[in-house]
């Protein structure tokens, strides 16, 4: 029913910027309440990094990134952006886009702190890969 292909990822070194595209597919009749994007570095889990609600189009950012991402859509498209400035070498991780399917009262933040999400994800995306090293 949903699908994502994320792209924009690279080598960059630190100070510097990129742009993440995720291509969202969805079915004629499938709703999502809120989308975002996590990462995963090297031996680690996935977090949340930047999220927006579908419903009023409200950002969230955890506070590792704030200041520095910025998460923004193009309905026309059903493409969503990160923006990523200043950009430093503990950013460096496969950076996925996802969606939240079942909590239709989940907020940006919501969304970003849900730790079971990762857990009813089933449709993951190749995700895009962001290395941030001089």
């Known amino acids: 029913q949903l699908s994502f292909v994320e792209s924009g990822g690279g080598l960059v070194q630190p100070g510097g910027s990129l742009r993440l595209s995720c291509a969202v597919r969805?079915?004629?009749?499938?709703?999502?309440?809120?989308i975002g994007w996590f990462r995963q570095a090297a031996g680690k889990e996935h977090e949340g990094v930047s999220c927006?609600?579908?419903?009023?189009?409200?950002?969230y950012s955890v506070d590792s990134v704030r200041g520095r991402f910025t998460i923004s859509r193009d309905t026309a498209k059903n493409t969503v952006y990160l923006q990523m400035t200043n950009l430093k070498p503990e950013d460096t991780a496969t950076y996925y886009c996802v969606a939240e399917t079942y909590r239709i009262t989940a907020t940006a933040q919501d969304m970003c702190d849900d730790t079971t999400l990762l857990y009813r994800m089933d449709n993951w995306g190749k995700g895009t890969q962001v290395i941030v090293s001089s």
């Open positions: 927006l609600s579908n419903k009023d189009g409200s950002t």
């Open positions: 969805t079915g004629p009749t499938f709703d999502y309440y809120a």
